[in-house]
Structure formats: structure tokens, C-alpha cells
């Protein structure tokens, strides 16, 4: 979930210079203006509380640095945490984060080298230490964090301060994806001794916590020692959640928010017509309907198959998204160089899902989807779904169910998820390996075709050759377009809304909302 990048190229394992010099694909052109930009004539002015309205959440909202579960934890952490590369508007990698240089000395080590004088929110100075500390609390299995699954190639135990502002951190294999794992919004950089609220929360952003009720709202101040001239601009950044969309558009058009992630695509030409802005950025957001391949009645390919050949996908992108996004192919990472584009295009054959059903004895089936307002289109994605199925024979219970993220997440059979945009490797580092902090699919299988998926990876990641690389991910997505079990009917994007005051935004090709929440709000001011 975001979670989480395919916009991005897949690094080669040997030949890296700074991270400044490499490049990183999206595969599609930049949003213009008339996307929703708020770019305006004149410098950015200071002050203001600047009240955004979260779509999700919950009693278990956490405020963790390195760990989220909905996108108003999302919005919360950003606000105080920052990486050590940073990914710009086109999901282009950048040295603009608190590392000043990321250096591949070899296949197997990189050396990072921090921007001296960097205060965390508390005064103390951001050291090689708190990196080496930063890495070892991710990477600590018993921690449940986002980004544990990136450090499995990571020599943490290894890493040595060079000096006051250098670390080395070696590998205990090659890894072509260790930029983007430094460039994910999760993987930050926390004081040594850092622990998750309702801890004190010190990190090197933009805003400091003032205070946090989990469910309901946050409030966050300017940090006065931040390290980048000029940033912030608001006095304060105040973050509610909303279970509810409706609730969301109403707040913002009768000006109890300033912004609001999610903006139902029914409700742009409404809010655009009343003077309210929409930031409409094309990225590869997906809502996947996941089938948990070791669960009846998923563990059987040939209802999976089935469920699969059910999809009207030109249908629900309409009904779903109004049209905004691309149809997609059950297969996540549209953007990376590797794509699979070869794989024929699943189009819908209910006569064909209804053979599969009865070959499996499972005619007339009758399942529950769950799903959640976790992000814009969930429980719409479920409800088509359900419509559709109906041609089939097949019944499809929606539960939309406000504690989906509680503690049956990632155990159920069949539900519906959101993710924003990732490389194909880091994806499946992060959703479809036994270690990925949120396999929905229970993927891979045990036996049968998929079964060397993991290996497969772990190839890929120490391959060098970026030619011989795609090979092996084309092997990889083969098995998942067989036998997987993800539906990914297509891709959406983010829509966003904002009053016409908020000034600064951006459309984003990136993971997160409004333009990576105006890159931890320090870019986005009131006019």
C-alpha cells in the first residue's frame, strides 16, 4: 500500500557512480498543467493552517517513521521523515534527499555520504550513526516494519562509519534495487534510539507532532531548525481522517479542509464547477482484487482463471475510475523496462470462466469480497465485480467492513487493496514474497508452476546485465499472468482535490497522494 515503484528504471548491480548520475524511467509523459497544477505567479507566502482530509483509517493508526497501514498514516509520516534519496514529480531518482551522495563501489557495497548539519526536530545533528541505527531497526524481522523485506540483501551487521558523515554498507549479495529501497518513503532516517509513537516523534521533515489521536487527527507545527531554506510554509498542518468520501467533498466545497486526498473521478467536473481544484496525476496506482492462492476456494488455478476471465476491465475502469487511467493485464509495474507487454491482453470470456468453475466443481459459487474506503474506488472496484460475476453464476457477497486493515488483513481469501507505484522488483519484494510485509495472494505457490518464483528474484536482483534481468522478471510475471492471483482490472492514477488557495502542487507520477503531500508539505503554501 502504498505503500507503495515500477515507475523506475531497475539499476544495473555494478558500474553505479553518485546516485545524481542515474536515471529513472516512468514510461509515460509528464501531466500538464491543465491536470490540476497549482503552480502561480509569485513566490510562496508563509502562514496558515493547512487542513487536509485523509481518506481511511482508524482506531489503529499508527505514527511510525519507517512503518505504515493506511494512507493517513501515510500522510502522517511524511510530514516528519525524510529519505536519503528522494524521487522528484516524474519518479525520477534523485540526490536531493539528506544523503548528499550515494556511491556503488562495487557489486556488492555502497558507500553514502551524508549532507553535513542536518538537525533532527530536537537539535541534535543527523550522523552516520543514526543512518547505521536507521538500518538496523528496519532491518530487525521482530519490528514488523515496511521496508524489512529491501534489507534481505543488506549486510546491516557490516555497515561501518567512515566518518562523522559517511557510512559503507556492504551486501551480502547484489542487489540492482538498493536506490529505490533508499528512495522509498518509508525507508527514513530516524534519531538513534527512535521508537513509534506514542513515543516522542523526532525526525528531520518539515513538521514536528503536536499532538495525535489515533482515528480522528493530527497536528503537526513548522519545524524551526529545518535544513532547507525557506521550507515550510504553513504554521501548521492539521490531518483528519475521513471513513467516508462523501464526507471528504463536502468538508472541502463547504471549506472545512483545504485538501482532500482520493477525489471519486464522478466528483471532478462537480468540485472543478464550484471553483475547487483537482490534481488529476498519472501514475500506476492499482486496486487489485486479491485471491489468496492457499484458501478455498483460490487454491484451486482454475477458479482463480476463472475469476480472471470474468472482468469487463473497459467496463470497470468506466464505471469505477470515469474512464480516468489504462486497462491493465493482471500484472503490476506497467512502467518498468520490463514489463511483460508480450502477454496477451485477458479480456472477458464468461463462457469460458463458467467451463473452468464447473471443471473445478465449483459451479454456482458463492464467495465474500472484502473491502474497505482504504482509497478511492475499493468498495466500487468490489461492487462491479459482484455485477459482473453475476454472468458467471457466481454470487459475490461485498463486505465493505470500516476494520479491514485490523487483524484479519492479509489472512483473508478474497478482498480488494490499494498500491501506488513501484518498480517490478520492488513491488514484488514488497507484495509477493513469503518475506513481503503485505503478500495478499499468499503468493508464490508451493508446487507447480510459480513455485521457483523466489529463486527467480533473488536471480534477478544480482544480475547485472540489464537485458539478461528482464529476461528472468518476463519468466517471473509469466507464472504470475498464468496462475497468480491478482486481478488488476486497470490502473487509475490519483485524483485529488484542493482549494483554490493551495498553491505549490504538482501532478505526480510518484506512490503518494497529492504530489507526495506536497513532498512532506514544504512545497505547497496558501496564496
Not at 43 to 52: A, I, Q, S, V
Not at 96 to 122: C, H, M, W
Not at 181 to 205: C, E, H, I, N, R
Not at 444 to 456: A, H, R, V
Amino acid at each position: 500500500m502504498t505503500d507503495v515503484s515500477r515507475r523506475q528504471l531497475l539499476f544495473g548491480a555494478a558500474g553505479l557512480a553518485a546516485v545524481g548520475g542515474l536515471a529513472a524511467a516512468c514510461g509515460s509523459s509528464s501531466s500538464s498543467p491543465s491536470a490540476g497544477s497549482t503552480a502561480a505567479a509569485g513566490g510562496p507566502k508563509r502562514g496558515g493552517n493547512f487542513r487536509l482530509g485523509v481518506t481511511g483509517g482508524g482506531a489503529k493508526d499508527i505514527m511510525d517513521g519507517q512503518n505504515i497501514i493506511t494512507k493517513p498514516d501515510q500522510a502522517r509520516l511524511v510530514s516528519a521523515f525524510e529519505t536519503l534519496l528522494l524521487f522528484d514529480e516524474n519518479y525520477q531518482l534523485t540526490n536531493n534527499g539528506l544523503a548528499e551522495s550515494v556511491t556503488q563501489d562495487n557489486p556488492t557495497q555502497y558507500t553514502i555520504k551524508l549532507r553535513p548539519g542536518i538537525e533532527f526536530q530536537n537539535g541534535k545533528t543527523m550522523t552516520a550513526d543514526d543512518i547505521i541505527y536507521s538500518f538496523q531497526r528496519i532491518g530487525t524481522k521482530a519490528y514488523g516494519l515496511t521496508g524489512y523485506a529491501a534489507t534481505a540483501t543488506m549486510d546491516i551487521a557490516g555497515m561501518k562509519k567512515l566518518d562523522q558523515y559517511t557510512v559503507r554498507l556492504p551486501l551480502k549479495s547484489p542487489d540492482s534495487t538498493i536506490p529505490q529501497t533508499l528512495g522509498s518513503y518509508t525507508f527514513t532516517v530516524v534519531p538513534v534510539g527512535y521508537k513509534a509513537y506514542p513515543a516522542p516523534q523526532v525526525g528531520t521533515g518539515a513538521y514536528k507532532l503536536k499532538s495525535f489521536s489515533p482515528g480522528q487527527q493530527s497536528v503537526h507545527t513548522r519545524n524551526p531548525n529545518y535544513w532547507r531554506s525557506g521550507e515550510p510554509y504553513f504554521d501548521t498542518v492539521t490531518i483528519t481522517d475521513f471513513s467516508d468520501s462523501t464526507a471528504q467533498v463536502n468538508g472541502l466545497l463547504g471549506g472545512q479542509i483545504d485538501a482532500m486526498t482520493d477525489l471519486p473521478p464522478s466528483q471532478v467536473s462537480v468540485v472543478r464547477a464550484r471553483g475547487i481544484g483537482a490534481l488529476v496525476s498519472k501514475t500506476g496506482g492499482w486496486l487489485p482484487i486479491c485471491m489468496a492462492i492457499d484458501l478455498p476456494p483460490f487454491d484451486d488455478a482454475r477458479v482463480r482463471q476463472a475469476m480472471r476471465l470474468i472482468v469487463d476491465r473497459k467496463g470497470m475502469l468506466t464505471q469505477v475510475a470515469s474512464g480516468y487511467g489504462f486497462i491493465g493485464n493482471d500484472l503490476y509495474a506497467p512502467f518498468d523496462p520490463g514489463y511483460d507487454h508480450s502477454l496477451p491482453q485477458r479480456e472477458q470470456d464468461i463462457s469460458q470462466a463458467k467451463s473452468l468453475l464447473k471443471a473445478a466443481g465449483k459451479a454456482n459459487l458463492s464467495v465474500d469480497l472484502h473491502t474497505t474506503t482504504g482509497a478511492a474506488g475499493m468498495v466500487e472496484t468490489a461492487t462491479v465485480f459482484a455485477n459482473q460475476a453475476t454472468a458467471a453464476g457466481i454470487k459475490v457477497n461485498v463486505i465493505n467492513d470500516p476494520n479491514y486493515y485490523g487483524s484479519q488483513y492479509l489472512k483473508l481469501p478474497f478482498s480488494v487493496d490499494f498500491w501506488g507505484t513501484r518498480a517490478y522488483l520492488n513491488q514484488v519484494q514488497q507484495g509477493s514474497l513469503p518475506t513481503s510485509p503485505y503478500n495478499e495472494t499468499h503468493w508464490p505457490p508451493k508446487s507447480g508452476t510459480g513455485s521457483n518464483f523466489e529463486s527467480l528474484y533473488n536471480q534477478a536482483l544480482a544480475e547485472p546485465n540489464e537485458t539478461k534481468r528482464i529476461t528472468i522478471m518476463h519468466e517471473m510475471q509469466q507464472a504470475e499472468y498464468q496462475v497468480g492471483g491478482y486481478i488488476i482490472p486497470f490502473f487509475g492514477g490519483l485524483i485529488d482535490g484542493y482549494a483554490a488557495n493551495v498553491k505549490g502542487l504538482k501532478p505526480s507520477k510518484g506512490t503518494l497522494n497529492l504530489d507526495s503531500f506536497g513532498h512532506g508539505y514544504r512545497t505547497i503554501w496558501f496564496s
